[in-house]
């Protein structure tokens, strides 16, 4: 079955750096969404691509899709305390439409 | 709006016994997906009902049911709980199979 893999598991940035996760599938996917989930809270959507090297930007985030559509990164700039919280890709099946979710980058700042 | 509504929010259970996790979709969304997620970890897929019939579910034992209603409203049964199963259980609504997901807040079960 389809699996989404993600990298790194942690990520310790100092404010003010710039940092990228990264996220593979097993399979061609549909479209990748990526998630942010804060301590104690639930999964909250960000982006959503769908296009072969598409590349969309917000603010500082800056998310890419693969040529091949099997994988994906987020890259954040000048990393700000708000950006704590854990960061999840989720690939979206092109036949069964199941949307299968990466382990997370979980993302802490030293101010 | 309303968005999506799960509950209970928290429930503890005793090993053996059964559970019903019950989630609202956002009105209009006709796709309700269940996730297991386990602390440190990523959503696990549980299962996907697409207008009120299964389209997928992933690798749970026959312990775990599914089902949704005719107002797209979902339920989640776990029998047999073993400890195993305490997780956060997050229910995520779609307008349709291929756009974004909105999750609830979701239920965290406790199994001792």
């Known amino acids: 079955g389809q699996q989404v893999m993600q990298i790194p598991q942690y990520q310790h940035v100092q404010e003010g750096e710039d940092f990228t996760t990264y996220c593979n599938s097993s399979?061609?996917?549909?479209?990748i969404q990526w998630y942010k989930q804060r301590p104690g809270g639930h999964p909250v959507f960000l982006i959503q691509l769908v296009k072969s090297g598409e590349v969309k930007k917000q603010k500082r985030l800056t998310f890419q899709f693969g040529e091949a559509k099997k994988n994906s990164s987020l890259h954040i700039t000048a990393t700000q305390t708000t950006d704590v919280g854990t960061y999840f890709c989720a690939g979206l099946g092109s036949n069964d439409y199941k949307l299968s979710f990466g382990a997370g980058t979980t993302v802490t700042v030293r101010a | 709006d309303a968005g999506v509504t799960q509950s209970p929010t928290h429930l503890i259970k005793t090993r053996g016994q059964h559970v019903t996790l019950r989630c609202s979709p956002i009105?209009?969304?006709?796709?309700v997906s269940w996730y297991q997620q386990v602390l440190g970890q990523g959503p696990q897929f549980i299962f996907q009902y697409y207008e009120k019939e299964e389209r997928g579910r992933g690798n749970f034992p026959d312990r775990f049911s599914a089902r949704q209603f005719p107002n797209y409203s979902s339920e989640l049964n776990v029998n047999a709980l073993l400890l195993g199963d305490s997780a956060l259980y997050l229910c995520a609504s779609r307008l349709d199979l291929n756009t974004e997901a909105f999750f609830g807040q979701g239920t965290r079960l406790t199994v001792v």
């Open positions: 399979t061609t996917l549909s479209n």
């Open positions: 009105s209009g969304h006709k796709s």
